[in-house]
């Protein structure tokens, strides 16, 4: 399996970093420790790297240029101290998700 993820600057991977371990404090398991926080932008069983390398060089260039992405919307799925983040969905989110 293969997959296209995005991930955060430090500051903000701390502050999911710390929610975690505080579900985890509340749960008694955290089996996701060791998993950097991210965000899972498409996954595939295959992946023709001809395509793929095009479809990265796309994705950089409009993802360099985006605003901030907003996440007002929090979720936990608490057997295993999963923490979903639902973002504001944007126009220029929409075209990273057409891209891939």
Known sequence: ???IIATFDRVFTNKIIELQNEITNIIGTNQLAG???HITLAD???VD???Y???LE???AVQENM???NF???GVFPTNGTIFLAPTITDELLKLFMII
């Open 49 to 51: 790297v001809n395509l």
């Open 35 to 37: 998993v950097e926080p």
């Open 72 to 74: 007002p919307s929090v």
């Open 1 to 3: 399996m293969y997959a």
């Open 58 to 60: 796309e994705f950089v």
């Open 67 to 69: 605003a901030a992405i």
């Open 53 to 55: 390398t095009k479809k």
């Open 44 to 46: 595939y069983n295959e």
